[in-house]
């Protein structure tokens, strides 16, 4: 069966940086778009950034980029997020969630949480 | 940006009665490709997000019958048939059409 799941959050200071995993499962990773959504504590789900199935093309949110960069190792079916000068704004679960051809946003993992405090 | 805007519930709703939460979109969802890729998620309370409803009316993998979606161009609706104990939580529309892409703000689902 299909499985995402993160790892990396943690709590980190204002303007360090963090690396985010998440591995997937039970699916050719490689033919997959993949995504980042976030949820700040009690608020919403917003968007963070794209990678097309082979990475060969990526989106990112206004209000992160320059600091964040999605990436991708499909020999390793891991999906990453590379967070630099973090903010406390940035604090919320991130979560990992798959795009097919058709279907978008079908699966999604169990999410990783970021703090950013001094 | 496309923005998507949700009505929230008017009050608690009673097992077994019917459920329609709405969401519009500021602008057509229809892709180049013909399809309209609007979503409709349900996250549980500690849960994460769970895929219902995609391209506007097609029920996922596992989803009961009881969730149905329609709509088009910028209009969209969930309904619940019969509300369970089950379905408390938070729904949110997500469109796919273009990037960045955006959701609603959420709609919550208590039981009276």
């Given at each position: 069966q299909v499985r995402l799941a993160e790892s990396g959050g943690g709590v980190v200071q204002p303007g360090r940086s963090l690396t985010l995993s998440c591995a997937a499962s039970g699916?050719?990773?490689?033919?997959y778009g993949m995504h980042w959504v976030r949820q700040a504590p009690g608020k919403g789900l917003e968007w963070v950034a794209a990678i097309w199935y082979d990475g060969g093309k990526t989106h990112h949110a206004d209000s992160v980029k320059g600091r964040f960069i999605i990436s991708r190792d499909n020999s390793k079916n891991l999906l990453y997020l590379r967070m630099n000068n973090l903010r406390a704004e940035d604090t919320a679960v991130y979560y990992c969630t798959r795009d097919s051809h058709s279907v978008r946003f079908d699966y999604w993992g169990q999410g990783t949480l970021v703090a950013v405090s001094s | 940006d496309i923005v998507m805007t949700q009505t929230a519930l008017s009050s608690p709703v009673a097992l077994g009665q019917p459920a329609s939460i709405s969401c519009r979109s500021?602008?057509?969802?229809?892709?180049?490709?013909?399809n309209t890729y609007l979503s409709w998620l349900q996250q549980r309370p500690g849960q994460p997000p769970r895929l219902?409803?995609?391209?506007?009316s097609n029920r996922f993998?596992?989803?009961?019958?009881r969730f149905s979606g329609s709509g088009a161009g910028t209009d969209f609706t969930l309904k619940i048939s019969r509300v369970e104990a089950e379905d408390v939580g938070i729904y949110y529309c997500a469109q796919?059409?273009?990037?960045p892409r955006t959701f609603g703000q959420g709609t919550k689902l208590e039981i009276k």
């Open positions: 699916f050719t990773f490689s033919s | 500021s602008q057509s969802l229809v892709h180049s490709d013909g219902l409803i995609y391209k506007v993998s596992g989803v009961p019958d796919a059409t273009q990037f």
